[in-house]
């Protein structure tokens, strides 16, 4: 893995800057989550926007990596609530779903709105950090705080490639670890570093999807934390297990079959309501058009899936609810170059 350096950071960034992607800069929220044509009773949503919520960036913050980096782009967030506060962690980018992104962090109460913490909570500084850290998902378990995020790093090893082989799903340029930091406030952060070994990932895994309740404090199934992963693992279907959200073990293990909608993508958050357990995920449908959807399992039994429903969230960042309504934040939009996230909220 090639060492984190002032050099390969600037060399990063102007990779990022000349990104584009026509599919994602065309993605809008409402197109997965404002109207369903059916809606049975487990199901969570539709959505609408409430305009009253949203959140904007103002100014650049001062860039700790000292390479001249700055943002135009925000997405991909987590809400978190704690002592009447909405906390919203999301990633910033030099280009819209570039890499080299850094993590944000602001606080809302009712009171005064939005403030901003006015500089990267997450920013790279460890190897498998160089091309950018990304996605973050924030939970809540026994007092403490995980933030899971994407650790993004050039893959030129050719031997640290031929170590994980990967034939299920071929590696592009990149590779993708899940870390994890801890805090005791929201606040501070401390890093501890890759969550799934490269033997489980094959050098690229996204998505640390823990089953949370409406706080985005961890539910437990059992007597343990489920980690659900959709993408990467050499193709495997993999779910992780812990006793405190930050030691893991990985196996592979069924748990969602999306053959009669399409082709799976990435599940993006887990919501636990009573007894049922609901997944939200991405998908394409069989003519290549994105598409959400949520299946439901009874949180006693996490991997038999009971039923599915055409429409989601596509929450990457987690449901909770907010004065009494299922709430989540997202990026995709904002009109280019513009810096905000707007909530949606449920409409029944």
Same mark, same amino acid.
């Given at each position: 893995?090639?060492?984190?350096?002032?050099?390969?950071?600037?060399?990063?960034?102007?990779?990022?800057?000349?990104?584009?992607?026509?599919?994602?800069?065309?993605?809008?929220?409402?197109?997965?989550?404002?109207?369903?044509?059916?809606?049975?009773?487990?199901?969570?949503?539709?959505?609408?926007?409430?305009?009253?919520?949203?959140?904007?960036l103002e100014g650049q913050w001062p860039d700790p990596t000292g390479i001249g980096w700055t943002s135009s782009a925000i997405f991909n967030p987590?809400?978190?609530?704690?002592?009447?506060?909405?906390?919203?962690?999301?990633?910033?980018?030099?280009?819209?779903?570039?890499? /080299?992104?850094?993590?944000?962090?602001?606080?809302?109460?009712?009171?005064?709105?939005?403030?901003?913490?006015?500089?990267?909570?997450?920013?790279?500084?460890?190897?498998?950090?160089?091309?950018?850290?990304?996605?973050?998902?924030?939970?809540?378990?026994?007092?403490?705080?995980?933030?899971?995020?994407?650790?993004?790093?050039?893959?030129?090893?050719? /031997?640290?490639?031929?170590?994980?082989?990967?034939?299920?799903?071929?590696?592009?340029?990149?590779?993708?670890?899940?870390?994890?930091?801890?805090?005791?406030?929201?606040?501070?952060?401390?890093?501890?570093?890759?969550?799934?070994?490269?033997?489980?990932?094959?050098?690229?895994?996204?998505?640390?999807?823990?089953?949370?309740?409406?706080?985005?404090?961890?539910?437990?199934?059992?007597?343990?934390?489920?980690?659900?992963?959709?993408?990467?693992?050499?193709?495997?279907?993999?779910?992780?297990?812990?006793?405190?959200?930050?030691?893991?073990?990985?196996?592979?293990?069924?748990?969602?079959?999306?053959?009669?909608?399409?082709h799976l993508h990435e599940v993006a958050c887990a919501v636990v309501v009573g007894d049922r357990l609901v997944l939200d995920f991405f998908y394409s449908e069989p003519d290549g058009s994105f598409a959400a959807a949520q299946a439901l399992?009874?949180?006693?039994?996490?991997?038999?899936?009971?039923?599915?429903?055409?429409?989601?969230?596509?929450?990457?960042?987690?449901?909770?609810?907010?004065?009494?309504?299922?709430?989540?934040?997202?990026?995709?939009?904002?009109?280019?170059?513009?810096?905000?996230?707007?909530?949606?909220?449920?409409?029944?």
């Amino acid at each position: 893995m090639k060492p984190l350096t002032t050099d390969a950071l600037h060399a990063g960034l102007e990779r990022a800057l000349q990104h584009t992607n026509a599919a994602t800069d065309a993605l809008s929220t409402d197109q997965f989550s404002s109207d369903w044509a059916e809606r049975p009773d487990w199901a969570i949503g539709p959505f609408r926007r409430d305009d009253t919520l949203t959140f904007r960036l103002e100014g650049q913050w001062p860039d700790p990596t000292g390479i001249g980096w700055t943002s135009s782009a925000i997405f991909n967030p987590s809400l978190i609530s704690r002592a009447g506060e909405l906390h919203l962690f999301y990633r910033a980018s030099p280009r819209k779903e570039s890499m /080299e992104s850094r993590i944000g962090h602001a606080v809302r109460t009712d009171e005064n709105g939005w403030r901003d913490s006015g500089s990267p909570v997450v920013y790279p500084t460890l190897d498998n950090e160089l091309l950018g850290v990304e996605d973050p998902k924030v939970y809540s378990a026994n007092g403490r705080y995980y933030l899971f995020y994407n650790g993004i790093w050039p893959l030129d090893d050719a /031997e640290e490639v031929g170590r994980f082989p990967s034939p299920r799903w071929p590696l592009g340029d990149v590779g993708c670890d899940i870390n994890v930091a801890v805090s005791d406030d929201l606040v501070h952060w401390q890093k501890r570093g890759r969550v799934v070994p490269h033997e489980v990932s094959r050098l690229w895994a996204k998505g640390a999807v823990v089953p949370t309740d409406g706080t985005g404090e961890a539910v437990r199934i059992g007597d343990e934390y489920l980690m659900f992963l959709s993408e990467g693992c050499g193709g495997a279907s993999v779910v992780g297990r812990s006793p405190d959200l930050e030691n893991w073990t990985f196996e592979e293990q069924p748990y969602l079959d999306v053959s009669a909608l399409g082709h799976l993508h990435e599940v993006a958050c887990a919501v636990v309501v009573g007894d049922r357990l609901v997944l939200d995920f991405f998908y394409s449908e069989p003519d290549g058009s994105f598409a959400a959807a949520q299946a439901l399992y009874s949180a006693a039994d996490p991997f038999t899936q009971l039923a599915i429903h055409r429409g989601g969230s596509l929450a990457w960042g987690g449901l909770i609810l907010h004065r009494g309504r299922w709430t989540f934040a997202q990026g995709w939009d904002a009109p280019p170059g513009v810096r905000e996230l707007y909530l949606y909220r449920s409409v029944n």
